[in-house]
Protein backbone atom coordinates (compact mmCIF):
# COMPACT_ATOMS: atom_id res chain seq x y z
CA UNK A 1 0.00 0.00 0.00
CA UNK A 2 1.14 3.60 -1.00
CA UNK A 3 1.77 5.71 2.23
CA UNK A 4 1.09 9.40 2.05
CA UNK A 5 1.30 12.12 4.33
CA UNK A 6 -1.16 13.49 6.69
CA UNK A 7 -1.89 16.75 4.44
CA UNK A 8 -3.39 13.85 1.70
CA UNK A 9 -5.09 11.89 4.04
CA UNK A 10 -6.94 14.41 5.15
CA UNK A 11 -7.73 16.21 1.90
CA UNK A 12 -9.33 12.81 1.23
CA UNK A 13 -11.26 12.33 4.00
CA UNK A 14 -12.64 16.11 3.85
CA UNK A 15 -13.20 15.23 0.25
CA UNK A 16 -15.23 11.88 0.89
CA UNK A 17 -17.48 14.22 3.53
CA UNK A 18 -17.62 16.72 0.23
CA UNK A 19 -19.21 13.55 -1.97
CA UNK A 20 -21.54 12.57 0.68
CA UNK A 21 -22.99 15.64 0.94
CA UNK A 22 -25.23 16.85 3.51
CA UNK A 23 -27.91 15.61 5.58
CA UNK A 24 -26.20 11.55 5.50
CA UNK A 25 -27.94 8.96 6.84
CA UNK A 26 -26.23 6.01 9.48
CA UNK A 27 -28.10 3.12 10.30
CA UNK A 28 -26.82 0.26 12.78
CA UNK A 29 -26.96 -3.14 11.50
CA UNK A 30 -27.11 -6.24 13.19
CA UNK A 31 -24.69 -9.21 11.43
CA UNK A 32 -21.85 -9.09 9.39
CA UNK A 33 -21.12 -6.18 6.97
CA UNK A 34 -21.38 -6.76 3.06
CA UNK A 35 -18.44 -7.24 1.12
CA UNK A 36 -19.13 -3.89 -0.66
CA UNK A 37 -20.96 -0.89 -0.21
CA UNK A 38 -22.41 -1.35 -3.71
CA UNK A 39 -24.02 -5.06 -2.24
CA UNK A 40 -27.40 -5.26 -0.26
CA UNK A 41 -27.68 -3.94 3.12
CA UNK A 42 -27.37 -7.21 5.41
CA UNK A 43 -28.97 -7.83 9.19
CA UNK A 44 -31.53 -6.22 10.73
CA UNK A 45 -31.53 -2.35 10.54
CA UNK A 46 -31.53 -1.47 14.65
CA UNK A 47 -30.92 2.24 14.70
CA UNK A 48 -31.78 4.85 12.29
CA UNK A 49 -29.95 8.50 12.46
CA UNK A 50 -30.49 11.64 10.22
CA UNK A 51 -26.53 13.32 10.40
CA UNK A 52 -27.94 16.88 9.53
CA UNK A 53 -26.12 19.16 7.27
CA UNK A 54 -23.22 19.48 8.82
CA UNK A 55 -22.18 15.88 9.91
CA UNK A 56 -18.56 15.72 9.23
CA UNK A 57 -15.85 17.97 11.07
CA UNK A 58 -12.77 18.96 9.34
CA UNK A 59 -10.24 15.81 9.09
CA UNK A 60 -7.12 16.08 11.27
CA UNK A 61 -4.28 13.81 11.79
CA UNK A 62 -6.05 11.01 8.87
CA UNK A 63 -9.15 11.34 11.34
CA UNK A 64 -12.38 12.42 9.98
CA UNK A 65 -14.78 12.66 13.55
CA UNK A 66 -18.72 12.40 12.86
CA UNK A 67 -20.06 16.09 14.58
CA UNK A 68 -22.13 15.68 17.58
CA UNK A 69 -20.81 12.45 18.60
CA UNK A 70 -21.60 11.55 20.93
CA UNK A 71 -25.44 11.20 20.35
CA UNK A 72 -28.74 8.91 20.69
CA UNK A 73 -31.30 7.38 19.86
CA UNK A 74 -34.39 7.03 22.03
CA UNK A 75 -36.37 4.84 19.98
CA UNK A 76 -34.31 1.82 18.40
CA UNK A 77 -35.87 0.49 15.27
CA UNK A 78 -35.52 -3.26 16.13
CA UNK A 79 -34.24 -5.80 18.88
CA UNK A 80 -30.38 -7.38 17.91
CA UNK A 81 -26.79 -7.21 18.15
CA UNK A 82 -25.11 -4.78 16.65
CA UNK A 83 -22.69 -5.97 13.99
CA UNK A 84 -21.91 -2.50 11.63
CA UNK A 85 -22.92 0.44 10.22
CA UNK A 86 -23.47 1.77 6.89
CA UNK A 87 -23.77 5.83 5.94
CA UNK A 88 -26.32 6.66 3.12
CA UNK A 89 -26.89 9.87 1.14
CA UNK A 90 -29.68 11.70 1.57
CA UNK A 91 -30.93 9.76 -1.74
CA UNK A 92 -30.22 6.27 -0.28
CA UNK A 93 -27.01 5.12 -1.61
CA UNK A 94 -24.33 3.74 0.95
CA UNK A 95 -21.23 5.20 0.17
CA UNK A 96 -19.27 3.60 3.41
CA UNK A 97 -19.76 1.15 5.96
CA UNK A 98 -17.23 -0.06 9.10
CA UNK A 99 -17.15 -1.74 12.68
CA UNK A 100 -19.19 -1.50 16.03
CA UNK A 101 -17.48 -1.94 18.95
CA UNK A 102 -18.41 -1.32 22.77
CA UNK A 103 -16.32 1.75 23.87
CA UNK A 104 -12.43 1.56 24.08
CA UNK A 105 -12.40 -1.89 22.00
CA UNK A 106 -11.71 0.01 18.18
CA UNK A 107 -14.35 0.26 16.09
CA UNK A 108 -15.36 2.75 13.97
CA UNK A 109 -18.16 3.81 15.78
CA UNK A 110 -18.27 2.90 19.83
CA UNK A 111 -21.39 2.51 21.35
CA UNK A 112 -22.72 2.54 25.05
CA UNK A 113 -24.32 -1.52 24.40
CA UNK A 114 -24.10 -3.55 21.25
CA UNK A 115 -27.32 -5.08 22.83
CA UNK A 116 -30.54 -3.13 21.40
CA UNK A 117 -33.18 -3.64 22.38
CA UNK A 118 -36.93 -2.31 20.28
CA UNK A 119 -37.94 1.20 20.94
CA UNK A 120 -34.76 1.14 23.64
CA UNK A 121 -31.72 3.63 23.97
CA UNK A 122 -28.89 3.63 21.46
CA UNK A 123 -25.79 5.48 22.65
CA UNK A 124 -22.84 6.21 19.82
CA UNK A 125 -20.53 7.02 22.46
CA UNK A 126 -17.39 7.77 19.17
CA UNK A 127 -17.68 8.16 15.41
CA UNK A 128 -14.78 8.70 13.53
CA UNK A 129 -13.40 7.42 9.72
CA UNK A 130 -9.54 6.71 9.65
CA UNK A 131 -7.89 7.18 5.99
CA UNK A 132 -5.00 4.55 6.30
CA UNK A 133 -1.54 4.52 4.43
CA UNK A 134 0.58 6.36 6.89
Excluded at 17 to 35: C, E, N, W
Excluded at 58 to 67: K, Y
Excluded at 113 to 129: A, D, R, Y
Amino acid sequence: MAQCSVAVRNAKLDAMAVAIGASPVVKIRSGTKPTSTSDADSGTALATFNLGASWAGTASGGVLSVSGAPFQDTGADATGTAGHWRLYDSAGTCHIQGTVSLTGQGGEMTLASLSITLGGLVQVTSFSMTEGGA
